[in-house]
């Protein structure tokens, strides 16, 4: 939904005065630094989704059950609740559906990349295909590559 978002740019600056040492003289001079910090937020009031969320969700989705469930476990993740626990039990529990069910669903989810295991049963929805409601999508995204980086690096022996 490209036609609501917006972007919030922020640019601050600010001047820092700091003691260095002159290389000729050899004394301590005071120096004033200008450091300008611009950061980008793209702001919610509504969840935002990105064509290749569509392509992962037909990857997904393989009859209306499984697209109930695939909303249902995406709507878990919202701004404030960025990993998630899924666990199938639970899931089934609550939805009534069989547990093996809920598992293919899942690994169907993090195979097409809609969302990424960052630990045992800890789940993180994709920044870069669907952004929840009221949440700063370039601060997911950044934490998303972040995390991404870290499960890449072997572990060492």
Known sequence: NTKARRMLVNTQTNIITKKVLNDITGELEITDFTQVKTSKQIKGGFRMTYKSYDTALLEV????LDLEIAISIRDMFTYANREVFLSPTEISKN???????????ITRMTDSGLIMKVSRGVFRLNPFMFIPFRADGSE????WKSIEERLKKPEPN
């Open 61 to 64: 989705v393989k009859s209306g």
């Open 140 to 143: 997911l995204q950044k934490e």
């Open 95 to 105: 939805t009534k559906v069989a547990k093996s069910k809920i598992q293919t669903v």
